[in-house]
């Protein structure tokens, strides 16, 4: 399979844990995202990457989410001290910078879901 | 700011019905429009999508075309099959965002769910 792969796809934990979410993307594209998505709503922008460099963050990004890219290929999110109101899907979609002008597609992974007790 | 509003769900419907999800959006400049589906257990996937002005996206059957002057992007198909049960989202992206990000502001997103 040569789509995007997230890890664990759910999760349930305490408040107060740590936890982290990965993202495997197809393997020639250089811009990764996630987006959060709670119950009944579209997905939200949280970041992106292109290569290893994160380029943006979101409003929606706390200082107790964390993002990665280190080598430019697999990202990691992690959320320190969860909190009941992170309880969400976490997306990871990626895509090739060249190609944005002309298609703007993304390709989204399955999803990790976080429950926070 | 920018923001998408897609109709509200669900929406069921019997096979070869006719199909329409309104989406209406805001947004400054001249945005790029989206329809990605998801189908149960995947991921979402871009169903078409249209670049400028009465530009008229289509697959598989769905048709939407870009209205700037009403400011929608209604999804439409002639005959449903059960195999487009699915959630349906309506997305935008900024022109400003063309060499840059792909920052999708996405709708709430509409259930289809098509019986036999």
């Known amino acids: 399979d040569t789509g995007v792969s997230q890890n664990p796809r759910h999760k349930i934990t305490k408040r107060g844990q740590n936890v982290t979410f990965r993202c495997d993307p197809i393997?020639?594209?250089?811009?990764l995202y996630w987006y959060r998505q709670t119950l009944g709503q579209g997905p939200e922008f949280l970041t992106y990457?292109?290569?290893?460099?994160?380029?943006?963050k979101s409003r929606l990004l706390s200082d107790r989410f964390s993002a990665e890219r280190p080598k430019g290929s697999f990202s990691t999110l992690e959320i320190q001290r969860t909190e009941q109101g992170d309880s969400a899907m976490y997306l990871c979609?990626?895509?090739?910078?060249?190609?944005?002008?002309?298609?703007?597609?993304?390709?989204f992974g399955e999803g990790s879901r976080l429950t926070v007790l | 700011g920018n923001s998408v509003t897609q109709m509200e769900g669900p929406v069921t419907l019997s096979e070869e019905a006719f199909l329409t999800i309104n989406c209406t959006y805001t947004?400054?400049?001249?945005?790029?429009l989206f329809w990605y589906v998801q189908y149960p257990g995947e991921g979402l996937q871009l169903l078409l999508k249209a670049t400028k002005a009465d530009d008229k996206g289509s697959n598989k059957g769905f048709e939407a075309t870009y209205r700037k002057e009403t400011t929608s992007f209604h999804l439409e198909k002639g005959s449903v099959q059960v195999s487009d049960s699915a959630v349906y989202f309506c997305a935008l992206r900024r022109g400003a965002d063309i060499q840059g990000a792909q920052k999708l502001v996405f709708g709430q997103g509409t259930r289809l769910t098509i019986n036999p």
């Open positions: 979609a990626s895509s090739l910078a060249k190609l944005a002008p002309r298609t703007g597609e993304l390709f």
């Open positions: 947004a400054t400049g001249y945005p790029s």
């Open positions: 990457f292109q290569n290893e460099a994160q380029l943006e």
């Open positions: 393997s020639e594209h250089n811009r």
